[in-house]
């Protein structure tokens, strides 16, 4: 089987990463512990066997630590929506001849290299895995083609997020796993 791996990232602008958390600690220590994410979030997305893409929010750089490590760099959709900057990578992803793909962002502290081989496991079994936050979204998304109806007019950043994307799996008869839950650095 082909498996991917897709890493959603916003560039570590000033006062344009973790704005949430800036409204705490202020913009440049919250820059900084993004950085501290996006190198974490690396390591453990280095699936030895898998195809790796970063998707980038605002811009490709010419080259990174992304790169360096085999990351092919992708630059999200231009739109506000999240939803139809998911739906347009992953379709990306299987258009390329993936047949299992784990979508991920990089936020979660909690997340290990264990969480990814589980994902690809359970993706033998079941046509979609989700990786829940205490928060009420996701950290990791798997599956084994796209669906259409899975990002479009998500209530995203909000507490129903795996609540709608569950319902809306089951509304297309598909099987899904969870795998456990986990904590992501919003506030």
Known sequence: MTDGILVFVKNPILGQVKTRLARRVGQR???????ELLEYTLRVALLPHARRWVAYSDFVPEEDAWQRNGFEPLLQASSPDLGVRLDRAVLQAFAEGIQ???VIGSDCPELKESHLTQALHCLLDHQAVLGPCHDGGYYLLGLRQPLASLFWRMPWSTDQVFAE???????????????ETLSDLDE
């Open 29 to 35: 220590p919250a820059l900084e512990i993004y950085q």
């Open 100 to 102: 299992r793909l784990l």
């Open 165 to 179: 994307t569950v319902r809306r799996l089951e509304q297309a008869g598909w099987t899904w796993a969870a795998l």
